[in-house]
Structure formats: structure tokens, C-alpha cells
């Protein structure tokens, strides 16, 4: 965090881990979080927050299950989407992306519910730059 501009594809190439986010930047009690994501990530959901996301790269989908029905949203690169609070959702990206996400400093990757989380997901509250 410091009083410079933050050149995103720059902090994109700085790390190779995938589903495994880096802090850019913060805002009020948000965290602006860039990650690299390619295969699929987990069903889970946040009780207390949406989540959003913007692709800057690639292509992602995140699949939704909501009242009663399950559906997917495709998102190309510039496409912008919020999950709502309490949605269980799985992010995927056959082709790789990457994405940038706005959530409460603190939000877990695998939220507060979770299936179990396979050993190529990160589970974290986000790591530092650099
Ligand atoms: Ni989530």
C-alpha cells in the first residue's frame, strides 16, 4: 500500500500462483484483490457480504446456485458481476483468467460454508504484494 498508482497487469506478473489472490490496494475496509485463476474453484458462499468481480483477462464463469435453480454467468474480459451475499457460487475458468475483486478486508476465498477444498484452491484472506 503505498501513494503511487498500482500498474495491475504489473502486480498480475509478479506471482504464478493460481485461485490465490494478492491485496493491491485498499479502500475504506475493502480489500482490491488481483488473482490468477484457471480450472475450477470451489462451491461455498459469504453469509455476510457480496463479492465482486471484473475480469481483466480471459474469460470466467461462476456458477450460482439460487432460489431453485442452478445457472452459470459468463463473464468476458471487462465484464463486471457482483455474487450476492449468501449465493453459493463456484468461479471457473477453462481458458485461465485473470480478475480483480472488491470484498471486505478479511473475506475468506472459501467463504464461511464450503464444499471441501481441493489442494490447488487457496484458502485465505488474501497475501500482500511483492
Ligand atoms: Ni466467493
Redesign the pocket.
Known amino acids: 500500500m503505498t501513494g503511487e498508482p498500482i500498474d495491475l497487469h504489473g502486480a498480475l506478473a509478479t506471482f504464478e500462483q493460481l485461485w490465490s489472490p494478492r491485496i493491491v490496494t485498499q479502500m475504506n475496509d475493502y480489500d482490491i484483490r488481483v488473482a490468477k485463476v484457471a480450472g475450477e474453484h470451489v462451491w461455498?458462499s459469504?453469509e455476510h457480504t457480496d463479492?465482486f468481480f471484473l475480469v481483466l483477462d480471459g474469460e470466467l464463469s461462476i456458477a450460482l446456485r439460487e432460489a431453485d435453480a442452478e445457472r452459470t454467468v459468463v463473464l468476458g474480459k471487462g465484464s463486471v458481476f457482483v455474487?450476492p451475499r449468501g449465493v453459493e457460487?463456484k468461479p471457473s475458468a477453462a481458458g485461465g483468467a485473470s480478475i480483480l475483486m472488491f470484498e471486505p478486508t478479511g473475506t475468506s476465498?472459501v467463504?464461511d460454508r464450503h464444499d471441501p477444498v481441493p489442494g490447488h484452491v487457496d484458502a485465505t484472506t488474501g497475501h500482500t504484494l511483492g
Do not use: K
Open positions: 461455498h459469504h463479492e455474487v457460487h476465498t467463504g
